[in-house]
């Protein structure tokens, strides 16, 4: 099947420091990726709609400018997580599809987030 | 608002035997179910899906149902191995640009 894959898989950064975390479509391209945070024994949350060339669609309750997204290629999508604080701390996951009605959507191997 | 969720957040079996997992969902709507699996650390893995046209769909040991009328999901594991052991997570696509639900999850425990 298609690879999605996040860089990197863990990070530690210390609190008030950014975050860059890539998602990556490998053999297709992808005009929308989707990202999603996940807490320990929980489901996945969406976050937002990152689409390629415009803006990111944030979910209610999701900080835009605390979460910036950037989709500036087909094939890679960027989640920075802005002045970090410990309750940042999570695991992101990104997905992405060939089809635009992303009903096959592949995802990434996760980001551990960890805000000290 | 609109959510998919599971009756049982946790799922013990035996090694062979067979494990049934349960989802419901309340958006009428949706016209595309998928069947995840998530490993501890790790993605979400595509399982099996199914389209509302549909009320039966089978794989490699694995079965999803579907029940519109009382809007239920289900997936069948047959010979549950140790290696099925993980988070087993049902969603929907919202037909919103794509966007997916995903239920709350169910761990799935194999014994040997």
């Known amino acids: 099947g298609a690879v999605v894959s996040q860089h990197p898989s863990r990070v530690i950064c210390k609190s008030g420091t950014s975050v860059k975390i890539e998602c990556r479509s490998l053999?297709?391209?992808?005009?929308?990726m989707f990202w999603y945070r996940q807490f320990p024994k929980k489901s996945l949350m969406l976050m937002a709609t990152s689409n390629e060339g415009s803006k990111a669609t944030y979910e209610q309750g999701v900080e835009k400018d605390k979460f910036l997204i950037n989709h500036a290629s087909l094939t890679l999508s960027t989640l920075t997580v802005t002045s970090a604080h410990p309750e940042d701390s999570s695991f992101y996951i990104c997905?992405?599809?060939?089809?635009?009605?992303?009903?096959?959507?592949?995802f990434g191997q996760g980001t551990r987030l960890t805000v000290v | 608002g609109e959510s998919v969720g599971l009756h049982l957040p946790t799922l013990s079996v035996q090694e062979g035997d067979n494990s049934i997992i349960n989802c419901a969902y309340s958006n009428s709507a949706s016209d595309y179910f998928i069947w995840y699996k998530q490993e501890s650390g790790k993605g979400p893995q595509f399982i099996i899906d199914?389209?509302?046209?549909?009320d039966k769909r089978q794989g490699q040991r694995v079965t999803v149902l579907l029940n519109k009328t009382v809007k239920h999901l289900s997936l069948q594991i047959a010979a549950t191995q140790p290696g099925d052991s993980a988070v087993y997570f049902c969603?929907?696509?919202?037909?919103?640009?794509?966007?997916?639900?995903f239920g709350q999850g169910t761990e799935l425990s194999v014994k040997p």
């Open positions: 969603a929907e696509n919202s037909n919103q640009g794509g966007k997916l639900i």
């Open positions: 997905s992405a599809s060939p089809d635009r009605l992303n009903t096959e959507a592949f």
């Open positions: 053999d297709f391209q992808a005009t929308t």
């Open positions: 199914i389209r509302s046209n549909m």
